[in-house]
């Protein structure tokens, strides 16, 4: 059974920051794709970053520069640096695995909530 839960959300001022993390069992870490996805309230969730079993990286416009997506294999746990964050990165944000099947597995979210 594949699980996934995030940590590190919580409040902060404009122009801080916070790490995420995402630990997963239930899967071979190292083989898949992970994400992390957000979504704010009346809005569609969105793709902020995700990073390839072979460590290739993607990263929505609105974040490039200030977000960083890592992975530890050995830990089984997938990071999202966050700086320099602006309230309108306020959301819920997910962890997301994609497995070689094509099959999404997703977290509880987190919330991040960034003040003015």
């Known amino acids: 059974q594949v699980q996934l839960v995030e940590s590190g959300g919580g409040l902060v001022q404009a122009g801080g920051s916070l790490r995420l993390s995402c630990a997963a069992s239930g899967i071979t870490f190292r083989f898949n794709r992970f994400g992390w996805y957000r979504q704010a309230p009346g809005k569609q969730r969105e793709l902020v970053a995700a990073?390839?079993?072979?460590?290739?990286?993607n990263y929505a416009d609105s974040i490039k520069g200030r977000f960083t997506i890592s992975r530890d294999n050995a830990k089984n746990t997938m990071y999202l640096q966050m700086n320099s964050l602006k309230p309108e990165d306020t959301a819920v944000y997910y962890c997301n695995v994609r497995t070689v099947l094509l099959i999404d597995y997703w977290g509880q979210g987190t919330q991040v909530t960034v003040s003015s």
């Open positions: 990073i390839s079993s072979g460590d290739n990286t």
